[in-house]
């Protein structure tokens, strides 16, 4: 059997395993997601202004709506087929679960709350993770989001659009998870494990760490992306004292940046690439700075380096 046709194999049963540990997690509790359809059959309810506290589940149906609800310790509101939420606060401790093909809009999630998107089609719109948590599973969206002091999202197979991190925002994309458009400040971090990121910009202290992955029209304008592993990188400009490096595989490559505390250097090898080794078009400018092994220069396609950008070569 073929390296490839092993990794596969691996990738596929990794893959099952996630989704039955994903199942236990959040289907143990058989509340999530399970409609009672004689619901379906009412009239449409608008709820405005609901404290959902601890014990307590909100459970919007399709087409109902629940309007500037509070969702505090140990509450939860569950956002079903068409059904919508607007202008949602989770408080520490509280949870918001939008399942298939429910949305959410404008949401804030606090310290310690949490934003869970499941199925394909489940939405959130214009959330702000101030401190809070959002998961996005199976194909789900997240579209304009903030992520600040210590917010975290999780993208594990879905998509991420027109996301900004700023002050200590961390951003996880995993398994064929998908990030367009995001923008990384100052003390903002971005980990791409066997996933696709689009259009990044890493400003100045923030850092993209990639590894088997495929990263596509990234700008490094002043912050570093570090790479490691079977990586496709395509048209990359690096300026303003940024920096690109790949490192070896035998050394350190998320140096405290892993708010998670996963033991990545344990899980690595379960992070296979689909991508074809590549490093293509490279543009290196006005203070960049491009770190390579002496052993890589080579494979590298269409460097070009202007206006006091440097290349540095790293034993």
């Known amino acids: 059997m073929s390296v490839f046709m092993k990794k596969k194999i691996l990738y596929i049963h990794i893959n099952l395993l996630f989704s039955i540990i994903f199942f236990i997690v959040f289907f143990s509790n058989n509340t999530y997601c399970c409609i009672n359809y004689m619901q379906l059959f009412n009239k449409p309810q608008i709820y405005k202004k609901e404290h959902i506290k601890k014990g307590e589940t909100q459970r919007v ?28 606060i989770i408080e520490n401790g509280g949870k918001q679960i939008i399942c298939y093909g429910g949305t959410a809009k404008n949401t804030i999630i606090k310290k310690n709350g949490q934003q869970i998107i499941l199925f394909n089609g489940g939405v959130a719109k214009n959330t702000k993770l101030d401190g809070g948590q959002q998961l996005i599973f199976g194909k789900g969206k997240s579209l304009n989001s903030t992520i600040l002091n210590d917010g975290i999202q999780l993208i594990y197979n879905a998509i991420s659009i027109d996301t900004v991190l700023l002050n200590r925002g961390f951003q996880l994309v995993v398994f064929g998870g998908t990030a367009k458009n995001t923008t990384l400040n100052n003390n903002s971090t ?60 035998h050394k350190s490559l998320y140096q405290n940046t892993n708010p998670f505390k996963i033991n990545f250097s344990f899980k690595d090898k379960k992070f296979p690439s689909e991508f074809e080794e590549v490093t293509n078009n490279v543009l290196v400018k006005n203070g960049g700075i491009l770190e390579i092994p002496n052993n890589y220069e080579n494979k590298i396609k269409k460097l070009k380096i202007e206006n006091n950008g440097k290349k540095r070569v790293v034993i």
Do not use: P
């Open 190 to 249: 971005q980990i791409v494990l066997s996933s696709i990121v689009k259009n990044t910009i890493i400003n100045k202290n923030a850092i993209q760490i990639v590894k088997n992955s495929l990263a596509s029209k990234t700008i490094i304008n002043g912050g570093i992306q570090r790479l490691q592993g079977k990586n496709k990188i395509l048209r990359t400009i690096i300026k303003n004292n940024g920096i690109q490096t790949f490192v070896d595989e």
């Open 61 to 88: 149906y399709k087409y109902n709506k629940a309007i500037e609800t509070i969702i505090e310790n140990g509450g939860k509101q569950i956002v079903y087929y068409n059904g919508e939420a607007l202008n949602t």
